[in-house]
């Protein structure tokens, strides 16, 4: 298997710009996350998918974040406009049961200047 | 109150030292709960699942007390490459996943 993919790497973007990330969790797992890591906040739940269904979005910071889930095979993060603040890693992680452990992609390292 | 909240250390130790890791959480219909290593720059792993009965691997051992919210982490005979983060992890009965702030483990010759 191969592992959560998170795509881009690395992005560097400039203030204002949207920015897409993109995520495909393990097969067959049913619930999805995304979480940004800061030294300062550590590492943040934004928002979590069970069954593409979104259950929490209470960690999304403001209306400039959103996420999706089309399908059970892929998810992306947007922010628009960038900022910032926004500079962080942001990782996507799945787990098969909804009591179980999750895996995490290797993140996106994101900087906005 | 943050939902899982962790010492952040850091913790600095030598070889072969004993060192015990606390967690507390605040959702007591909290089901599962797991410890994750973290090495720099890259992303959690998962290190061991805690059971209610505490549960050994190795040389770590995993404890949970439902009562008091509590977990925590055993890690015997300390080795160079123990040196990492810890992140205490608590799923709740939605299934959201929430992660301490992590303790930095610092091993040294």
């Not at chain 1, 203030?15 to 940004?36: A, D």
């Not at chain 2, 059971?51 to 439902?66: C, I, K, P, V, W």
């Amino acid at each position: 298997d191969a592992g959560v993919i998170q795509s881009p790497r690395h992005e560097v973007t400039e203030m204002g710009q949207e920015v897409t990330l993109r995520c495909k969790p393990i097969s067959g797992h049913n619930s999805l996350f995304w979480y940004r890591q800061t030294m300062m906040r550590g590492l943040e739940l934004l928002i979590y998918f069970n069954n593409n269904v979104p259950i929490d979005d209470s960690g999304m910071p403001e209306d400039r974040f959103s996420a999706k889930m089309p399908n059970a095979s892929f998810s992306t993060l947007k922010i628009q406009p960038s900022e910032p603040r926004d500079s962080a890693v942001y990782f996507c992680a799945s787990s098969p049961l909804r009591d179980t452990e999750a895996f995490f992609g290797q993140g996106t390292r994101l900087t906005v200047v | 109150r943050k939902e899982v909240e962790q010492d952040p250390g850091p913790f600095n130790v030598p070889e072969g030292a004993t060192v015990a890791f606390n967690c507390t959480y605040s959702n007591s219909a909290s089901q599962s709960f797991f410890w994750y290593r973290q090495d720099c720059r890259k992303e959690p792993k998962l290190l061991m699942s805690v059971y209610s009965s505490g549960n050994e691997d190795g040389r770590f051992t995993a404890q949970l007390n439902r009562a008091s919210q509590y977990i925590s982490l055993l890690i015997r005979d300390s080795k160079l490459s123990d040196s990492a983060t810890y992140l205490c992890v608590v799923r709740g009965n939605t299934g959201k996943l929430i992660f301490g702030q992590g303790t930095t483990l610092q091993v040294k010759p």
